[in-house]
T-cell receptor
Framework: GAGVSQSPSNKVTEKGKDVELRCDPI?????LYWYRQSLGQGLEFLIY????????KSGLPSDRFSAERTGGSVSTLTIQRTQQEDSAVYLC?????????????FGDGTRLSIL | GESVGLHLPTLSVQEGDNSIINCAYS??????FIWYKQESGKGPQFIID?????DKRQGQRVTVLLNKTVKHLSLQIAATQPGDSAVYFC????????????FGAGTRLFVKA
């Protein structure tokens, strides 16, 4: 079946611009996660959605970062007034249910480059 | 602080040999562990998982061992192939005091032909 889909795969933009990154999770998966991965580094947790519960935003690095999940499916990560340090790969993952020991299934990410 | 880390940042093995990738975790409340493989330009891919009530689990060419006494996790890859070259991450799920997944820093595996 279809996996997690992210778009765009690459995004180059100028410092100060806003960007929107999209994630389509696996159908039926109620949990959705956003991570950031800098070159050669591990995964940095950003935000987590589970069903209709309030999202866990504890990983968002600043108020320039926000995310929405509409209808319990598609999610959008928005970065406002981008800075060069925002350059990274942004990964989205989904799983069947949080807290039930299910593996996360990842998309291939959006590679964001801030000029 | 709490962490999941890896003993070796890089590992180089000969094709056909067995590979062992190690991971240490610091929180005894973690009850579910996962290994992921990440190839260049791709997202992490689930390989194998293990629950804390087990100490060994086998998949196809892979085995995960969990030693809760010393808080150690390992991934063994049998008959390593060039296609196994990637970065491997361990991750732990903690279900007490709020759910959280913590990823290790990753180990890069090089397979020499």
């Amino acid at each position: 079946g279809a996996g997690v889909s992210q778009s765009p795969s690459n995004k180059v933009t100028e410092k100060g611009k806003d960007v929107e990154l999209r994630c389509d999770p696996i159908s039926g998966h109620t949990a959705l996660y956003w991570y950031r991965q800098s070159l050669g580094q591990g995964l940095e947790f950003l935000i987590y959605f589970q069903g209709n519960s309030a999202p866990d935003k504890s990983g968002l690095p600043s108020d320039r970062f926000s995310a929405e999940r509409t209808g319990g499916s598609v999610s959008t990560l928005t970065i406002q007034r981008t800075q060069q340090e925002d350059s990274a790969v942004y990964l989205c993952a989904s799983s069947l249910e949080k807290g039930r020991n299910q593996p996360q299934h990842f998309g291939d990410g959006t590679r964001l480059s801030i000029l | 602080g709490e962490s999941v880390g890896l003993h070796l940042p890089t590992l180089s093995v000969q094709e056909g040999d067995n590979s062992i990738i190690n991971c240490a975790y610091s929180n005894s409340a973690s009850d579910y562990f996962i290994w992921y493989k990440q190839e260049s330009g791709k997202g992490p891919q689930f390989i194998i998982d293990i629950r804390s009530n087990m100490d060994k689990r086998q998949g196809q060419r892979v085995t995960v061992l969990l030693n809760k006494t010393v808080k150690h996790l390992s991934l063994q890859i049998a008959a390593t192939q060039p296609g196994d070259s990637a970065v491997y991450f361990c991750a732990e799920n903690r279900n007490t005091g709020g759910f959280k997944t913590i990823f290790g820093a990753g180990t890069r595996l090089f397979v020499k032909a």
